[in-house]
């Protein structure tokens, strides 16, 4: 499914439609379309189609048109789709790039760095005290969470589901770092 919606991105070719292109960028996203042809897609779209303050040039609809550029740059730097929070899911990882408090879904804030190809610290604040689930950011590897309140704990597998409480937040690092 994933390979027929990347196809289907390729061949309709929909990045400059004044109607739906602030939810192709993001859609190329959430299906891992080439993250090399979404950034250069997005830079013409910067280059040739908006004025200053972000709206669309000659396009007559409304606020919409100013959310292309920051959803596709935060859902390929943390992206939450489904409740899963994937860091840097879509981002070249030749690219060093950092954020700090994007909002993610179930209300969680979430900060975080890549260098040299490498996610170095991660912080999670939670707002309303769910379950934070999220994609472990070093594939293969455990993982410690260390929580605000100096507990911690070792994690391991391809996902973690971390219980929190409202106004709490953790890091996780690398196990051994």
């Not at 100013?66 to 740059?73: A, E, K």
């Not at 950011?137 to 589901?161: C, H, I, Q, T, Y």
Request: glycine share 8%.
């Amino acid at each position: 499914l994933l390979q027929i919606s990347r196809n289907t991105i390729e061949e309709t070719d929909r990045w400059n439609d004044a109607n739906g292109m602030n939810s192709y960028y993001p859609a190329a996203v959430r299906v891992g379309y080439d993250p090399e042809v979404i950034l250069a897609k997005l830079r013409e779209h910067c280059q040739s189609r908006l004025h200053p303050n972000g709206f669309t040039i000659d396009n007559p609809h409304g606020i919409e048109t100013c959310s292309t550029v920051p959803n596709t740059i935060n859902e390929m730097l943390c992206l939450s789709q489904g409740g899963i929070i994937r860091l840097f899911f879509n981002w070249p990882r030749d690219r060093n790039a950092s954020f700090s408090t994007l909002r993610a879904h179930g209300a969680f804030l979430v900060s975080s760095s890549l260098e040299y190809g490498d996610i170095g610290h991660v912080r999670i604040v939670s707002e309303r005290g769910r379950t934070c689930r999220i994609m472990n950011p070093w594939p293969n590897e455990p993982a410690v969470l260390r929580r605000s309140d100096g507990a911690a704990e070792k994690l391991s597998g391809k996902f973690f589901e971390v219980p929190t409480r409202p106004g709490e937040s953790f890091a996780l690092e690398r196990s051994g770092q």
